[in-house]
């Protein structure tokens, strides 16, 4: 009986400290333990959601890296294809643009003024006309248009190439361009020689768009795109936008 009544005190004696103890905290402005243990818990939860979007963004970063690597890989392969027969007859027309090479070409003036790019409007419905017409895919002709000369019609580069799809004054000459800087002929001339580079080396756009560049000539010389710097950036970023339309479009 003594024994049961030593207890009771003892467990009176702990309530009184805990109550006191609480009194305490209460007094000292300290929060009760059962909301220190709420705040502890929304710590924890918060420090598992910083946990969560770290890990949510360098997964999102290694997507972009995969990514990266698949459209460089498409341009590689797409520029280390297998080359068509390099000596396959030029069209009269490509032949003649090699042989002017050298040549003094008679260059028309451009427009007095600089110009602006044009509006897709004005440009779209030339791309889409040529492109059907000549059997071209009209994402290609586009992003030639883009490389070439940012939609300008008077750009002149430093060599003297001119217009939308930048034609050097011999190649414009023996397509009959009459004027270099209208729109609709640069347009349908240029797309009518990226067709007969095209049907020159097979199909093969890598070769077909270095020979644009730097001519078929070069092209043959080098047994590939020539290793010249400003012709290997040229194609390389013509054939990375079309990979990334193309997976963008998940063609």
């Given amino acids: 009986m003594n024994g049961i009544r030593r207890q009771a005190a003892l467990a009176a004696l702990c309530m009184g400290t805990f109550a006191a103890l609480a009194q305490q905290d209460q007094e ?12 502890a818990a929304r710590q924890q939860r918060a420090s598992a959601e910083a946990v969560r979007e770290s890990v949510l963004r360098q997964w999102e970063a290694v997507q972009e890296m995969l990514t990266a690597a698949f459209l460089q890989k498409q341009a590689a392969a797409a520029q280390r294809a297998s080359f068509a027969p390099l000596w396959k007859p030029l069209p009269a027309t490509a032949a003649a643009v090699d042989a002017a090479d050298a040549a003094p070409p008679i260059r028309p003036n451009p427009p007095e003024f600089p110009c602006d790019p044009l509006p897709p409007e004005v440009w779209s419905p030339l791309v889409r006309a040529a492109s059907e017409r000549e059997g071209l895919a009209v994402d290609l002709l586009t992003a030639v248009i883009r490389q070439e000369s940012a939609f300008r019609p008077c750009a002149v580069s430093p060599k003297g ?59 043959d010389a080098a047994g590939g795109v020539p290793p010249i710097p400003e012709t290997q950036d040229y194609v390389s970023d013509i054939l990375t936008k079309l990979a990334e339309q193309s997976v963008a479009a998940g063609r």
């Fill in 161 to 219: 190439a001119m217009g939308l799809m930048q034609l050097m004054p011999a190649t414009a000459q023996l397509l009959g361009v009459k004027d270099p800087f209208d729109p609709k002929e640069n347009v349908d001339a240029g797309a009518r020689f990226l067709k007969m580079l095209l049907s020159r080396y097979g199909g093969n756009l890598a070769l077909a768009l270095g020979a644009y560049n730097a001519g078929p000539g070069r092209v």
């Fill in 28 to 39: 000292a402005g300290r929060p009760p333990a059962a909301e220190m243990q709420r705040s």
